[in-house]
């Protein structure tokens, strides 16, 4: 029975570094064969270490590991920029970072019963503690450090992510010092064993949901940026359409318009002229974009936002220096001016006293410098950005935002004075 546990501790050691050699693996580089050769290859991997491991040879041990690595990255896997060199090296760098681990794991673990006093367990209970103390080290080194720091994306790992392992982590480490009490009495506890073992696949596969939960709702976040994207541009496209109709309407009538103010000039009526004029001035002002920038879709998008302030009552003033923004998309254009002015709308309009929204746009040592304050009423903040009170879907906005500001390598600063709320943003021309 005791050959029997110590084979199952192998097995589940080889399984978990398996495990974590292919996630990381399946993550980072393209697959060249169906998933179920994976399957087989991982079991194949696995039984291969366990007969090694029964030899009990370390250097033999670390040897097909580090050749099984670099065996299965070079022939089962490839990327669109092929390397196989660098993919080599970063996944025997993993495995040379499991093995450290592994081996601070025994430390750790002898210390631990140095530290208690246990020197009289079971040979073979000792044997799979250090079978499965150190695993769980390598599990949580690799989940909480290693996939964060190369990672491909830039996805954040949240706080509650972390909460999340740290809770895992210590509820571990207190199960394992129970069960090294009950193995401090010198007995043999088949159960114990077993439950080490539960233990570990526990914190495997917890630890795997959890971080493919908080992807699935990064990930889910993205869709809605895009999604956010698609409807501003689709707006701001009805928005063009309308005018477009307006435009035509005014054309259509222009001879009739010309008539009408010729006739008055004829009657010598010119006053009423001169007021006709003015009207027919007045309709096709909001049709003509006032040239703030060199950029079009800005002050298409500008000319929009004034308009919408003057009949919410709220002033505008813009102050622009003499910069270019034609490096800058024209959706991320909609996307980043088009939400921050929304916002700054929405709390002006709902401020006491002066309403306002002030834009600057100047540069500075090769970066642009975009500046929007408004007036505001008390704003609530969480984890550095303001709290929405537009119920589902809040924060989209700002999201959009940021991810556009990425493209440029930017940054976005938000900040309330009493009551005046700041939205700095730096981009790299």
Known sequence: MDRVLLILCSCLNSFVITAILFQFMNSRYKKVFKRNIYILIEAAIVLCIVFVNAINNALLNLTVWFGVVGITVYFLYYEDKDKPLRRILECEALMFCMTVCESLGVIFLRWILQAVNVSNINVTMLRCLEATFPTIIIIFFYYMIISRLMKKNNMPYSRMQYAIYFIMLGYSLINMLVIIEIFAQGQINYLCA?????IVLADLYLLYFVKMADEKNYYENQVKVLEQQANIQYEYYLAQAKKYDKTVQILHDVKKHIKAIEDLYTADQRGMASEYANKIGDLLKPLIPVQYTENPILNILLTDKETIMKDKGISMEIKIDNVS???????DVTTIFGNLLDNAIEAAEKAEGDKYVYIKIGSRHQMIIISIENSCDNVKWKNDSPISKKGKGRGIGLLNVRSSIDKYDGSLKLKQE????????????
């Not at 923004?325 to 959706?331: A, G, K, N």
């Open 194 to 198: 077993i439950n080490m073992g539960c």
């Open 325 to 331: 923004l034609d490096f800058v998309e024209p959706i």
């Open 418 to 429: 009493n009551k005046k709320f700041v939205a700095e943003l730096f981009l790299n021309a």
